[in-house]
Every structure is written in structure tokens, then in C-alpha cells.
């Protein structure tokens, strides 16, 4: 359910512009890409998730997604930890017969992705060929991909770069003629939504979004793409998309007030669009954040923040909390730190700030213990130890499950953190 990797406990460091990044690594605890699951099916309405792994992978997603299943749901686990592993051939016609079966009892998928996993006998299962196998099968029908979650290669929201990245090779080409903004990570429906009708406001189109609703709209890509990444977690899906012709747009994440201003101004700079234009279309939207957020930082303002590395998202949330909500960090650590997609952030968070890059986590609990912080946001998996000491917590997996970016969910994102320090406080009454 976690992955680690062998602790090796070097730690060194490095200059990063303003700041110093200390390099960890050692033993990490974390969620595997699986996790991703719980919010891609969600999104791509037509898709179907089988991952092939073990029984530890089955009770993975049914105790991260369980909560969330009211009819039946989109994924499944071909369980292959017991078999023989002389039987590799069974394995596959096992494989065969499940997905038949899923997409017999399933007329409405478009797309199947056979999902690796981390079980030695998954590891010798080539699913590439698997996937070609049964694409041919239903060819017309039914796209089959593969790609990997395992917890050997990924944590929690690589899952959903390596799912985006499988779908890069199937996208129509955009003409040569044409451009288009590609908005890249899923979004729930409402928040894309919102930013449909800020972009048309503006006059900046055609925009599409990846992943799409449906599998039948997928979006094109060309020399005429101009990309803006919704989400920090997407490196090797907007490397294969530059790789097509797609232009990446440096921008921070729209977290926030000032981030999502920032992030929509490089689209309006692209399209030739006036910061005049740009100011008055987003001021309602603007206007509004400002008041619900207003309420949020009186809670939140002056106190103290630690971030665990485990979402990737840690950077952008606290360069937030730090500008418009006037938190304290104390440290701000990331699995990753993909300075390319990560720069325009990393110019916005105070001098001096302790960065760390990887994960050592005898050391870094080390250091949360010393430094007592108001929140610490972390995995599930330290959450309940570092309660039980007495300290708050904010488990990362919320950041991706619940609605947080643009303007009208900034006040909703503070209060994700709001919330544990004022039961905090009732606790301690
Ligand atoms: Fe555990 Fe690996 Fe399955 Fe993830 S993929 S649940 S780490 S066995």
C-alpha cells in the first residue's frame, strides 16, 4: 500500500536561486500511483481501470475508493499473486477472459487501461503486448492501454502522469494552421467549467482539457498547442506532448487568488489579450475569493506549516498559504522538485525558505518533532503517529480529491486547513 525505496540517508545540499534544497533519501512512505484511479475514472466517464496486481492492490483502491462508490464502479483488480508462475500463458489468457467479461458486461467503455502493479508476477506480464493483444481484439470498439503505478516506480500522483502520458500516442494532430490551448490535469467538472467560461470571456480559444470527459474527445495536438499545466505532477505527459509540437506555457498553478491570475495571464499574453481585459473580466471572480478568503485567514494567519513530501503539490499550496493566507513555513518538502515545471513557483516563495527534495523519514519526522509546527501535511500513513503526539495534521490525498483550484475554490482550499487547527483548538478546550 506504500512504497519505499532502500534508505541510503545521505542528505545534501544544493543552491536553488533564492533558496537551499536539501536532497533526502531513504525510507519514504507514501501512496503508489494506484491511487490515481480514484479520481481519473471519476473524470474520464467512458474509461475502465483493471489493474493487475495482487490482493494488497485490490484492498488499496476499495479502502481509498470505497467511500466514494455508489453504483457500480469503473475499476477492477485481476488478481494474479497466487498463480503459478509456470503458467505465464494463463496469466494472460486470465487477463483475456476478465477484460472479455468486463467489457461484455460493460458496452458503454471506450477505453480499458491495464493498469501494472508491483507483484513479481505482474512485473514478468508484459502488458504492452497484453494491450496490443486486445486492442486488435476489439479493434473499433475498444482502445486498450497500459501503464505502469506500481509502487516500485511511482507515488500517488505519478499514477495520473503515467495514465496521461499513455493517452499522448492515441491524441488526433492539430493542424498546422490551427491554434489551441490544451489545459493539462483533471479537474473536476465544475472547476473546468468555471475556467471554460473565464477563458471565453477572455476570447482565448479553442481550449481542451486532457484528461477529456469522454473518451470519444480526446483533444488534438500540433505545432499550434500552447500547454498549460493545471497540475505540478504532469512532467513526462508535457514532455511527450512538447515532443508533439505542443509549446509549454510557464506559468504558477492556479491555487489561489494570485495563482490562478497568473496562470490565466499566460494564456491571455499568448492570445495578444490586454491586462486591462484580463483584470476586468476576472474582478467579479476576484472580488469574491477576496471576501471568502478574508474569513479563512484570520484563522490560518501567523501560524506554522510543515509539509512531508508525498503529493508534489506542496509547493504551489504553500507558496499560497504563505502569500494569501500569511502562514509560516517552517519546511516545505516535495518527493520531486522538476525545477522546469516548478520555477515560476519557487520565484514566489519567501527568501530563504527549507526546501527538501526526497524523503528520509526517520530524519524528517526528526525534525517535525523539534519543530512542533501548528499543521503538518503528510500521507495517511504518518498522519496517526503524529497525532497521537499531540501534533495537527492534513492528510495530502485531500488536495486531489476535493475541488481546489481557481478563484472560486481558494476560500475552500484555506479552509482544508483551517479545519484541523480549529478542532485543534476545541480539543484543547
Ligand atoms: Fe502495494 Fe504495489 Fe499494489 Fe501499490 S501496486 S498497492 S505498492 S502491491
Given at each position: 500500500m506504500t512504497g519505499s525505496n532502500n534508505p541510503s540517508r545521505s542528505a545534501q545540499a544544493t543552491d536553488c536561486d533564492a533558496s537551499m534544497v536539501t536532497r533526502e533519501r531513504g525510507q519514504r512512505q507514501v501512496f503508489c500511483g494506484l491511487a490515481g484511479i480514484v479520481w481519473l475514472h471519476r473524470k474520464i466517464q467512458d474509461a475502465f481501470f483493471l489493474v493487475v496486481g495482487s490482493r494488497t492492490c485490490a484492498h488499496l483502491l476499495q479502502s481509498a475508493a470505497g467511500v466514494m462508490i455508489f453504483a457500480e464502479p469503473r475499476f477492477a483488480t485481476a488478481i494474479l499473486?497466487?498463480?503459478?508462475l509456470a503458467g505465464l500463458a494463463d496469466c494472460n489468457q486470465e487477463l483475456d477472459r476478465v477484460a472479455a467479461e468486463i467489457l461484455e458486461r460493460r458496452p458503454d467503455i471506450k477505453t480499458l487501461f491495464l493498469v501494472g502493479s508491483c507483484p513479481s508476477e505482474v512485473i514478468k506480464l508484459d502488458l504492452a503486448k497484453a494491450a496490443e493483444r486486445l486492442s486488435a481484439a476489439y479493434r473499433g470498439r475498444v482502445r486498450v492501454l497500459d501503464y505502469s503505478a506500481s509502487g516500485l516506480e511511482t507515488t500517488f500522483t505519478q499514477g495520473e502522469d503515467a495514465c496521461l502520458m499513455s493517452l499522448v500516442p492515441e491524441l488526433p494532430a492539430l493542424a498546422d494552421t490551427e491554434r489551441s490551448l490544451l489545459v493539462l490535469g483533471t479537474l473536476p467538472d465544475v472547476v473546468e467549467d468555471q475556467f471554460q467560461r473565464l477563458f471565453a470571456d477572455l476570447g482565448i480559444g479553442p481550449v481542451h482539457f486532457l484528461p477529456p470527459r469522454r473518451a470519444?474527445?480526446?483533444?488534438?495536438v500540433g505545432r499550434g498547442t500552447r500547454l498549460l499545466l493545471a497540475q505540478p505532477f504532469l512532467g513526462e505527459t508535457a514532455r511527450a506532448l512538447q515532443g508533439r509540437g505542443a509549446t509549454l506555457l510557464t506559468a504558477p498553478y492556479p491555487f489561489g487568488i494570485e495563482g490562478t491570475l497568473g496562470w490565466l495571464r499566460a494564456a491571455a499574453d499568448v492570445w495578444g489579450i490586454a491586462s486591462e481585459r484580463l483584470e476586468a473580466v476576472t474582478a467579479p471572480a476576484v472580488a469574491r475569493a477576496k471576501l471568502s478568503l478574508g474569513r479563512q485567514r484570520e484563522a490560518l494567519a501567523g501560524k506554522r506549516i510543515t509539509f512531508l513530501?508525498?503529493?508534489q503539490l506542496e509547493i504551489p499550496i504553500a507558496r499560497f498559504l504563505s502569500r494569501e493566507c500569511g502562514m509560516e513555513l517552517v519546511e516545505v518538502a516535495t518527493p520531486f522538485?522538476?525545477?522546469q515545471l516548478m520555477e515560476p513557483e519557487l520565484a514566489l516563495l519567501p527568501t530563504g525558505v527549507r526546501?527538501?527534495?526526497g524523503q528520509d523519514v526517520d530524519l524528517q519526522l526528526d525534525r517535525v518533532r523539534a519543530d512542533r509546527p501548528d499543521l503538518t501535511v503528510c500521507g495517511l500513513g504518518l498522519?496517526?503517529?503524529l497525532e497521537s503526539e499531540g501534533l495537527r495534521t492534513k492528510w495530502s490525498i485531500e488536495l486531489v480529491f476535493?475541488?481546489?483550484h481557481g478563484f472560486d475554490q481558494a476560500a475552500d482550499l484555506a479552509e482544508l486547513f483551517a479545519?484541523?487547527?480549529?478542532r485543534g483548538a476545541l480539543l484543547r478546550v
Open positions: 499473486q497466487e498463480r503459478d470519444s474527445e480526446f483533444p488534438p513530501p508525498d503529493s522538485l522538476d525545477r526546501l527538501t527534495e498522519a496517526n503517529p476535493t475541488p481546489v479545519r484541523p487547527l480549529a
